[in-house]
C-alpha cells in the first residue's frame, strides 16, 4: 500500500533494517529486516510482546545503534547513526534532577546552542498551554509522574523535529493519569503537526491514539500486521465503547495471543 | 465545628488545635533538651578540668587547666606570634584544600572521557589512596622549602586522591541513560560532560570535602613540625621542646577550633551546593 504513496507524502522509510548481536558468545536476532513507511503527520503506534525490538528499532531510528542491515531514510537521505534527526523520549522520562522543569525542558534547544533567553521565550506558551504553568521553576521530584511525563514530552517537542519517537511515555502511569495523558498527547500532536511514532504495550492505547498499528512478532521481531484504525478524529475517551474500536480490539488481542503462545512454546523448547 | 460533632461545645477551637501540633512539641522539645544537654557536657568538662588541677588531683604540669590555657593564650596573642601562626596555618591549609580538592576532581572527572584511560589510572589511585603519604612529608619540604609552599603541597597531597577517588565513584555511577538522552538530542560528548557528568558527580565530590578539609589541616600541621618558621604546629613544637605545656595546649584549643570552622564552612558550602545538584532523586550514596 504504501509503496503507491507519491513521494512527497512519505516522511520516513524503514528499509529491511534488521539487527543482530553477539552478547556472552550468543548470537541474538533481535530484530528480522523490518521494512515501514510512514506518512508525514501520521500517528503510528508499535505494539508488541517483549523484547520483539521495538526499541531496537527506535535506537536505530534515533541514530543511536547501527543496523546489522538497512536503511532508514528521511525526507530522502539516510539517518543512520545520525542522532539528533528525530526527537527521541525514552521509556523512562529521564529529567535532570538537577534541573527546574523549565531548564529540563529546553535541554534540546541548549545543546543546539539556541540563546537561553530565546529557548525560554520558546517554551512558555507550550508551558502555559500544556499545563506546567506555574511548575516551571519547580524541580522533577516535585512533580506528579504525569506531570513528569508531560515535561519530557514538552522538551521532546520543542527539540522541534518533524519525527517523534516515543516509546512506552505512560508506561509507569495509573490507569486515571494514563487516560488523561493520552488527551493530552492528541492535543499537542494534533497543535503541533508531527509524526508520531510510538511504542506500547496497551492495546487499547494503541488503537484510540493512532492512525496505524504496527503488530510486532516475538524476538526475532517483525512487523506481522499492519491495522489502519480509521475512528473518526477527534477522539474522546467514549470512542473506546464503540463498535469499531471493539473490532479493532478484537483483532488485535488475537494476534498478539498468538505471539505470546508462539513466544511461550519456543521458551519451553530451549 | 468537629468539636461540636462530639458533643464536646464547651471546647473550645484553639484547643483542638493544640492537640494536632502534639508531635511537633515533642520533637522541639528534645531539639531543646539536647542543645541544653550538649552545652551542660561541655561546661561541666571545663569545670571539671579546672578543679580537679586545683585541687591537684591532676597535675597541670601536664595537663594544664583552662584558666592556665586562657592565660597563656591572651600572652601569645599579645606579645608572642600566635595571630601570624594562626594566620600561616589557616591559609596553607585552605589553599591547599582548594587546590588538592580541583585537582583531584579534575582527575576523576577526567576519567569519563575515555574507559581504557580510566582502567589505567583505576589501580594507581587506589595504591596511591593507601600510601602513607604524611611520610612524603620531607621529600616535599627538601623539593619545595622550609616555608609556606611546602605546606600547601602538603595539603594538596593528602587531598587530591580521595577527591579523585569520589569523583570516579560519581563517574562510575552515572546512569547510562542519561548520556543517551543527551546523544538523542544531538549533543556533542562536551555537552554531556558538563550538563551531565559534573552535576552528577557533584554530590560525591561535595561529600567528600569533609573528610579532606581535615586531611589539609593535617598536612599543614606535619609540614610544620618538621621544618618551618611560622604556623600553629611550629607553635606546638617549640612550646613542647621548651616544657611549656600551657602553650601547647593553647595550640591543640586553637586547632581544635580551626578544625571546627572550617567543618561549618564545608558543611554550609555542602548545603548550598547540593541544593543545586541534588533535588531528592539523588542522594550522596547512590
Given at each position: 500500500m504504501s509503496d503507491m504513496l507519491p513521494r512527497e507524502d512519505l516522511k520516513l522509510e524503514v528499509r529491511s533494517v534488521s539487527k543482530v548481536f553477539r552478547r556472552n558468545g550468543k548470537v541474538i536476532?533481535?530484530?528480522?529486516?523490518t521494512s515501514m513507511s510512514v506518512r508525514r503527520g501520521r500517528f503510528v503506534s508499535i505494539i508488541g510482546?517483549?523484547?520483539?525490538g521495538k526499541s531496537t528499532l527506535f535506537n536505530v531510528i534515533a541514530g543511536l545503534a547501527k543496523p546489522t542491515t538497512g536503511d532508514v531514510v528521511a525526507d530522502g537521505a539516510s539517518i543512520i547513526g545520525?542522532?539528533?534527526?528525530v526527537g527521541y523520549m525514552l521509556?523512562?522520562?529521564?529529567?535532570?534532577?538537577?534541573?527546574?522543569i523549565l531548564d529540563n525542558i529546553i535541554l534540546g534547544m541548549e545543546v543546539r546552542d539556541v540563546p537561553k533567553a530565546q529557548a525560554i521565550a520558546r517554551a512558555m506558551p507550550l508551558i502555559e498551554r500544556y499545563g506546567l504553568k506555574g511548575f516551571e521553576?519547580?524541580?522533577?521530584?516535585?512533580?506528579?509522574g504525569g506531570m513528569r511525563q508531560r515535561a519530557s514530552l514538552l522538551r521532546t517537542m520543542l527539540y522541534d523535529r518533524d519525527v517523534i519517537l516515543l516509546d512506552?511515555?505512560?508506561?509507569?502511569?495509573?490507569a486515571q493519569t494514563r487516560m488523561l495523558m493520552q488527551s493530552w498527547l492528541l492535543q499537542v500532536w494534533g497543535d503541533l503537526e508531527k509524526t508520531v511514532l510510538f511504542v506500547t504495550h496497551d492495546i487499547d492505547e494503541a488503537i484510540f491514539l493512532s492512525d496505524e498499528i504496527q503488530v510486532f512478532s516475538s524476538r526475532?521481531?517483525?512487523?506481522?500486521a499492519t491495522i489502519e484504525v480509521?475512528?473518526?478524529?477527534?477522539?474522546?475517551?467514549?470512542?473506546?465503547?464503540?463498535p469499531g474500536f471493539m473490532e479493532l480490539k478484537r483483532t488485535l488481542l488475537s494476534l498478539l495471543a498468538e505471539e505470546a503462545e508462539r513466544a511461550y512454546a519456543e521458551a519451553a523448547l530451549a | 465545628m468537629a468539636t461540636q460533632a462530639l458533643g464536646r461545645?464547651?471546647?473550645?477551637?484553639a484547643e483542638s488545635l493544640d492537640v494536632v501540633d502534639e508531635d511537633e512539641r515533642a520533637r522541639a522539645r528534645i531539639r531543646r533538651a539536647s542543645t541544653i544537654g550538649r552545652w551542660a557536657v561541655g561546661i561541666a568538662i571545663v569545670v571539671l578540668w579546672e578543679a580537679l588541677t586545683r585541687i591537684k588531683l591532676i597535675d597541670p604540669y601536664y595537663f594544664s587547666s583552662p584558666s592556665l590555657i586562657v592565660k597563656s593564650a591572651i600572652l601569645a596573642w599579645t606579645t608572642g606570634t600566635l595571630l601570624t601562626d594562626v594566620e600561616f596555618t589557616f591559609s596553607a591549609t585552605i589553599i591547599g584544600f582548594v587546590v588538592g580538592v580541583l585537582l583531584g576532581a579534575a582527575i576523576g572527572l577526567s576519567t569519563w572521557w575515555s574507559k581504557t584511560y580510566a582502567n589505567i589510572l583505576e589501580p594507581y589511585l587506589v595504591t596511591f589512596n593507601a600510601v602513607?603519604?604524611?611520610?612524603?612529608a620531607p621529600v616535599l619540604i627538601i623539593l619545595f622549602?622550609?616555608?609556606f609552599q611546602s605546606k600547601v603541597a602538603l595539603a594538596v597531597l593528602l587531598c587530591v586522591v580521595p577527591t579523585a577517588i569520589a569523583a570516579y565513584s560519581g563517574v562510575k555511577s552515572i546512569d547510562p541513560d542519561m548520556e543517551t538522552l543527551l546523544f538523542s538530542l544531538g549533543a556533542k560528548r562536551r555537552h554531556v560532560f558538563t550538563k551531565v557528568v559534573v552535576p552528577w558527580a557533584m554530590p560525591w565530590i561535595v561529600s567528600s570535602l569533609h573528610v579532606n578539609i581535615g586531611l589539609a589541616l593535617a598536612g599543614t600541621i606535619v609540614g610544620e613540625f618538621i621544618?618551618?618558621?611560622?604556623g600553629v604546629g611550629r607553635m606546638i613544637l617549640y612550646a613542647g621542646q621548651t616544657m611549656d605545656i600551657n602553650l601547647v595546649w593553647v595550640g591543640v584549643v586553637v586547632l581544635s577550633l580551626m578544625a571546627i570552622l572550617m567543618y561549618w564552612a564545608v558543611s554550609w558550602f555542602e548545603k548550598v551546593v547540593l541544593k543545586g545538584f541534588m533535588h531528592g532523586a539523588q542522594s550522596a550514596g547512590r
Open positions: 536476532h533481535a530484530l528480522d529486516a510482546p517483549s523484547g520483539c545520525k542522532p539528533g534527526y521509556q523512562k522520562g529521564l529529567l535532570l534532577p538537577w534541573r527546574t521553576q519547580h524541580y522533577p521530584h516535585e512533580l506528579s512506552e511515555p505512560f508506561g509507569a502511569l495509573d526475532p521481531g517483525r512487523i506481522k480509521d475512528l473518526p478524529r477527534p477522539r474522546t475517551a467514549d470512542v473506546v465503547t464503540s | 461545645t464547651d471546647a473550645p477551637a602513607p603519604k604524611l611520610a612524603l622549602g622550609i616555608g621544618a618551618s618558621q611560622a
